[in-house]
């Protein structure tokens, strides 16, 4: 059975037992969150070891090509390429509609959250290296250590190819093992769907957020099936979009109803070699920055949101250079949210708010029902994203392995 039918037999089921079982007391809701929580852990379980050594690997063999720079700047073109179109599309959008005001809540603030540059930069560079495989949260330090490694096993060849044999073959295990993961994940997907449809449901029942979910869906309809098809066929020679749709299914399932960035990872890279044929030495290498630091779809909902909330607590239209200065700051914090792969997005849009002032210090209080919505709105953007970005460099660095019939 294919990937993508097991994982909508799941989501189908999860739909299912969220009506048919009786969540709605305190003891069942624990129960689902806790199950929920444990299926996200075992789908992540893997994926430092098959980052680290499929990030070792990819080095030696974009270097081995000599291609590595040509690959590394591709990938951070597209990445701020992309953020900074979804960007001016989120601008676009709430410019030129005008969402219905939020009613006004008084809710204490019970913890303000910031975003600590420097603590990001000790984690990037722990004291020691090992630490960087330790955290399953934050992967830039783990991918910093596979970078380190697999330059250093650039400069002596000789004395090394018994490592290199051992790095391959623990590369190639642990993505057979991610292979198994991501299939008894789609048995997961019943307790995240159901999980999901839980919250969702609330969120639909109270009627003040359905705006805003219809604009962010027609955003990315209008994203990953118009902007996105086009800018392959554009870039690409012999680009084939709707095979890029078509390996989407599965990712765009998971982003969407668990939230969680990293938990697509070994998925993308899964369909990435088996459905899109990208190679391992740019499958290791792509994929983990595109999870990393591709968070333009938090860049849209954080200016989309922001702008609610400014439209309901003031009738005073907001003038260019403010829109402007919005639109940069949510660009700008958007890099900074590799080390949350879920929840994130409302952070960001907490510390704008917290930034902007002027009275808005505590506007992020009026999403806060919806934060898990706008979360996985966030996700299923990135998504798309890094199975659009990821193919559009393995194109243009010509690592795509073609086969015909």
């Known amino acids: 059975m294919k990937i993508w039918i097991k994982y909508l037999i799941g989501v189908a089921l999860g739909l299912a037992a969220a009506f048919i079982l009786p969540l709605d007391s305190q003891i069942g809701s624990s129960v689902l969150a806790f199950i929920t929580e444990i299926v996200i852990r075992i789908g992540r379980y893997t994926i430092i070891?098959?980052?680290?050594?499929?990030?070792?690997?990819?080095?030696?063999?974009?270097n081995d090509a000599k291609i590595v720079g040509k690959t590394a700047l591709w990938t951070v073109s597209v990445i701020v390429s992309s953020t900074l179109l979804l960007t001016v599309l989120g601008f676009i959008s709430i410019v030129l509609i005008k969402l219905p005001r939020i009613p006004i809540i008084t809710e204490k603030v019970s913890q303000v959250t910031t975003l600590n540059i420097q603590d990001l930069i000790r984690q990037m560079i722990p004291f020691s290296s090992v630490n960087s495989l330790i955290d399953g949260e934050f992967f830039l330090p783990a991918f910093i250590f596979a970078l380190i490694v697999g330059?250093?096993?650039c400069m002596e060849h000789s004395n090394l190819k018994p490592i290199l044999s051992l790095t391959d073959s623990l590369s190639e295990l642990f993505f057979n093992i991610s292979t198994v993961v991501t299939d008894l994940l789609s048995i997961g997907m019943i307790a995240i769907m159901c999980n999901w449809t839980v919250q969702f449901r609330a969120v639909i029942l109270r009627g003040v957020f359905n705006p805003l979910i219809i604009m962010l869906t027609v955003d990315f309809i209008l994203v990953a099936g118009v902007i996105y098809p086009l800018i392959v066929r554009s870039l690409c020679r012999g680009g084939k979009p709707l095979k890029v749709l078509s390996a989407c299914v599965v990712p765009f399932l998971t982003a969407f109803f668990s939230g969680d960035t990293n938990l697509t990872l070994p998925i993308n890279m899964r369909l990435g070699k088996e459905k899109l044929g990208i190679r391992q030495r740019t499958n290791g290498f792509v994929y983990p920055l595109f999870s990393i630091f591709a968070r333009g779809g938090s860049t849209l909902v954080v200016i989309i949101s922001?702008?609610?909330?400014?439209?309901?607590?003031?009738?005073?239209?907001?003038?260019?250079?403010?829109?402007l200065w919005i639109s940069g700051t949510a660009f700008i914090l958007s890099f900074l949210l590799g080390g949350m792969s879920t929840g994130g997005t409302f952070v960001a849009l907490t510390v704008l708010c917290t930034i902007y002032g002027r009275g808005m210090e505590t506007g992020y209080l009026l999403l806060k029902p919806a934060a898990a919505i706008i979360g996985s709105f966030a996700a299923l953007f990135d998504a798309a994203t890094t199975m659009f970005g990821t193919y559009i460099v393995a194109n243009n660095t010509k690592t795509i392995e073609r086969h015909r019939a």
């Open 151 to 153: 330059a250093g096993c």
């Open 306 to 323: 922001f702008v609610v909330i400014w439209r309901s607590y003031s009738t005073l239209p907001i003038e260019f250079p403010e829109m």
């Open 49 to 62: 070891p098959l980052l680290f050594f499929s990030g070792i690997m990819a080095v030696y063999r974009l």
